[in-house]
């Protein structure tokens, strides 16, 4: 197979150079490392000048004392806002964000000011000065763009910067214990806490001048929360980019042509995913960006020789943000074509189980638990029905609707790389739905419906699993049930191939119950078995398995190995495993829908994802 960047003949070896360079902007360069290093270190040191009284009298004075900021009687307002800004810039300068360096530019010559003023420190103004040489003669390190926010986030940072300037707050008050008067309580601390960062005295006194350096220090910490929450209210909003209409008649024009390639394919035309495309416009990577980390899921839509060229596309785009790359669930060709064009890794994540229906067959001993359940819950009286959902009416599109969101397992929705996040689109009439009926069951809220398994297209003649659902009420083994009927429904429906769930970490699993599994291999699938618990990673595998499937191998691709905490923790984020935003009453709804997911039972108990 040749493949080649878009514009290149085919059969020509692809440029690299360009591509690996794009590799390696988004990981952090030594010189902006370094800095956020230094500015961490920095405000570490300020804060702990501006808290802790002993510090000033320590063996690190001597080097404390020559920071932007820090130390003298009446400086430890400065000292604490400079150290908790510098600690927040760290972050965005390792990144090398453009705000970020502009911020710090800013903050060190008004630090070198309040030397000279407060202390009368050459020395320390020249070394706030001198530290503004590496962020100025570096500049053009720090040209990343901002990313996707809204101004809900102003309100995280009030809540957020309260809090740490509360508890900032009552160390300060606690920090002076030989020079306070009297023995106050817990509660007059933070109402002194809570009167300083408004500029007014509490209820603590202090001998000396140590109430003015502790008033100065709490309103500081309140100027500090006032100051950049406004900020973050009123700055302009980049809100997360969206698939628009016109993206997503390309991109169907892509799966036209070449979605049998890839059982992923279909899942790219979710509505919170963003997409760029090659040059040529004939491949294209869809995405979302979580926690900073661009996560693209599957392989690229579209022609393969096309595929480098919107790879490009997603490194330039994560380059100039300074977002992580990673690609979750590829496949192996896609994992090939990723690491060969930009230099990154890849690591087996897990296995995809896929059933050719015309090798499956509920006869022989391998199949037995399968078909007694199916026949016992046949005997129970259900019935199936497998559908195109353009043969639907849109009464009974609304009804399985409400049914999935009413049995939905969990309070939050999961799913992103393998989940479409809607039923019933009029731009789905291909996909396909299969329920469970039970006439003389008692009349519930919504009807004679039990379970809903919902299929998106795999090119011409596959399918793809979308989501699972089922009534808690209803006898087990629906989810077997509603699997044998749409196997068995397939071939009159021009389906050769049937894509089921994705088992994490399922060569790890098997392996490692089989006799002569060594001692590693035996613990760390003791370790899967433990958070199965939560995950429910075996039971999931052990539900696949139970159809005979082949087994496909995904991949996930990341720049480093120190990445992949962060790409993991952005995966959860994503899947719906993890929720790190703003309480549900607190949250604007989005305009976007809502993702669905896989719910996959065992036995008809429980239910995850197929993420």
């Given at each position: 197979?040749?493949?080649?960047?878009?514009?290149?003949?085919?059969?020509?070896?692809?440029?690299?150079?360009?591509?690996?360079?794009?590799?390696?902007?988004?990981?952090?360069?030594?010189?902006?490392?370094?800095?956020?290093?230094?500015?961490?270190?920095?405000?570490?040191?300020?804060?702990?000048?501006?808290?802790?009284?002993?510090?000033?009298?320590?063996?690190?004075?001597?080097?404390?004392?020559?920071?932007?900021?820090?130390?003298?009687?009446?400086?430890?307002?400065?000292?604490?806002?400079?150290?908790?800004?510098?600690?927040?810039?760290?972050?965005?300068?390792?990144?090398?964000?453009?705000?970020?360096?502009?911020?710090?530019?800013?903050?060190?010559?008004?630090?070198?000011?309040?030397?000279?003023?407060?202390?009368?420190?050459?020395?320390?103004?020249?070394?706030?000065?001198?530290?503004?040489?590496?962020?100025?003669?570096?500049?053009?390190?720090?040209?990343?763009?901002?990313?996707?926010?809204?101004?809900?986030?102003?309100?995280?940072?009030?809540?957020?910067?309260?809090?740490?300037?509360?508890?900032?707050?009552?160390?300060?008050?606690?920090?002076?214990?030989?020079?306070?008067?009297?023995?106050?309580?817990?509660?007059?601390?933070?109402?002194?806490?809570?009167?300083?960062?408004?500029?007014?005295?509490?209820?603590?006194?202090?001998?000396?001048?140590?109430?003015?350096?502790?008033?100065?220090?709490?309103?500081?910490?309140?100027?500090?929360?006032?100051?950049?929450?406004?900020?973050?209210?009123?700055?302009?909003?980049?809100?997360?980019?969206?698939?628009?209409?016109?993206?997503?008649?390309?991109?169907?024009?892509?799966?036209?042509?070449?979605?049998?390639?890839?059982?992923?394919?279909?899942?790219?035309?979710?509505?919170?995913?963003?997409?760029?495309?090659?040059?040529?416009?004939?491949?294209?990577?869809?995405?979302?960006?979580?926690?900073?980390?661009?996560?693209?899921?599957?392989?690229?839509?579209?022609?393969?020789?096309?595929?480098?060229?919107?790879?490009?596309?997603?490194?330039?785009?994560?380059?100039?943000?300074?977002?992580?790359?990673?690609?979750?669930?590829?496949?192996?060709?896609?994992?090939?074509?990723?690491?060969?064009?930009?230099?990154?890794?890849?690591?087996?994540?897990?296995?995809e189980a896929v059933v050719d229906v015309a090798d499956f067959s509920l006869s022989g001993r391998a199949m037995r638990n399968v078909r007694q359940m199916v026949k016992r819950i046949e005997r129970a009286g259900y019935e199936t029905r497998v559908r195109r959902i353009r043969d639907l009416g849109e009464g009974e599109l609304e009804r399985i609707r409400r049914a999935a969101e009413d049995w939905r397992g969990t309070d939050?929705?999961?799913?992103?790389?393998?989940?479409?996040?809607?039923?019933?689109?009029?731009?789905?009439?291909?996909?396909?739905?299969?329920?469970?009926?039970?006439?003389?069951?008692?009349?519930?809220?919504?009807?004679?419906?039990?379970?809903?398994?919902?299929?998106?297209?795999?090119?011409?003649?596959?399918?793809?699993?979308?989501?699972?659902?089922?009534?808690?009420?209803?006898?087990?083994?629906?989810?077997?049930?509603?699997?044998?009927?749409?196997?068995?429904?397939?071939?009159?429906?021009?389906?050769?191939?049937?894509?089921?769930?994705?088992?994490?970490?399922?060569?790890?699993?098997?392996?490692?119950?089989?006799?002569?599994?060594?001692?590693?291999?035996?613990?760390?699938?003791?370790?899967?078995?433990?958070?199965?618990?939560?995950?429910?990673?075996?039971?999931?595998?052990?539900?696949?398995?139970?159809?005979?499937?082949?087994?496909?191998?995904?991949?996930?691709?990341?720049?480093?190995?120190?990445?992949?905490?962060?790409?993991?923790?952005?995966?959860?984020?994503?899947?719906?495993?993890?929720?790190?935003?703003?309480?549900?009453?607190?949250?604007?709804?989005?305009?976007?829908?809502?993702?669905?997911?896989?719910?996959?039972?065992?036995?008809?108990?429980?239910?995850?994802?197929?993420?």
């Open positions: 197979m040749s493949v080649r960047i878009d514009g290149e003949k085919s059969g020509e070896v692809p440029k690299r150079s360009l591509v690996r360079r794009i590799v390696r902007g988004p990981r952090p360069e030594a010189v902006p490392a370094l800095i956020a290093r230094a500015c961490a270190l920095v405000g570490v040191l300020d804060v702990a000048a501006g808290v802790f009284p002993r510090f000033r009298h320590s063996r690190m004075h001597r080097m404390a004392e020559v920071l932007p900021g820090s130390l003298g009687p009446f400086a430890a307002a400065l000292s604490l806002s400079a150290g908790v800004l510098l600690l927040l810039l760290a972050h965005g300068l390792r990144r090398r964000k453009r705000r970020a360096w502009r911020a710090a530019v800013g903050l060190l010559p008004a630090g070198a000011v309040a030397e000279y003023v407060y202390r009368h420190s050459v020395i320390g103004m020249v070394i706030s000065l001198l530290l503004l040489l590496p962020l100025v003669r570096h500049r053009d390190e720090f040209a990343a763009l901002p990313d996707p926010r809204s101004r809900w986030r102003a309100l995280a940072n009030f809540v957020l910067m309260g809090a740490g300037s509360l508890s900032l707050g009552l160390i300060i008050v606690s920090a002076h214990p030989h020079r306070m008067v009297g023995n106050p309580s817990l509660a007059d601390r933070i109402e002194h806490v809570l009167y300083g960062m408004f500029g007014f005295e509490g209820p603590v006194d202090y001998t000396g001048n140590t109430s003015w350096t502790v008033g100065f220090s709490l309103g500081a910490l309140g100027l500090l929360t006032a100051v950049t929450t406004i900020y973050l209210a009123f700055r302009p909003e980049h809100p997360a980019a969206r698939l628009t209409e016109e993206d997503e008649v390309q991109l169907r024009a892509l799966l036209e042509k070449h979605g049998g390639r890839d059982s992923l394919g279909h899942f790219a035309l979710r509505r919170d995913k963003a997409v760029v495309f090659s040059p040529s416009g004939k491949a294209a990577v869809t995405y979302r960006v979580v926690s900073g980390v661009m996560l693209a899921s599957g392989d690229p839509i579209g022609d393969v020789e096309a595929w480098p060229g919107a790879i490009e596309r997603f490194m330039d785009e994560a380059k100039a943000h300074s977002w992580t790359p990673a690609v979750m669930g590829c496949s192996e060709t896609g994992g090939e074509v990723w690491t060969r064009e930009t230099g990154l890794d890849a690591l087996e994540l897990g296995d939050t929705e999961r799913g992103f790389s393998m989940a479409l996040g809607r039923i019933g689109d009029p731009s789905d009439g291909d996909c396909l739905i299969a329920t469970a009926h039970k006439a003389d069951a008692e009349a519930g809220p919504h009807g004679d419906l039990k379970a809903v398994l919902h299929f998106v297209p795999w090119g011409t003649d596959g399918v793809s699993l979308d989501l699972m659902r089922r009534d808690r009420s209803a006898d087990p083994g629906m989810n077997e049930l509603l699997i044998v009927a749409a196997l068995h429904a397939a071939p009159k429906l021009g389906i050769a191939r049937v894509s089921l769930n994705f088992a994490m970490f399922r060569s790890a699993l098997a392996r490692g119950e089989k006799i002569g599994a060594g001692p590693v291999l035996r613990a760390w699938r003791g370790l899967l078995v433990f958070l199965s618990r939560w995950f429910q990673i075996e039971s999931l595998y052990k539900f696949n398995a139970k159809f005979q499937p082949r087994w496909e191998p995904r991949f996930v691709v990341y720049a480093s190995s120190g990445d992949l905490p962060r790409i993991g923790l952005a995966a959860m984020q994503a899947e719906g495993f993890v929720n790190l935003a703003l309480p549900r009453l607190l949250r604007r709804t989005a305009p976007a829908p809502r993702p669905c997911a896989h719910h996959v039972a065992e036995h008809g108990v429980g239910a995850t994802s197929r993420a």
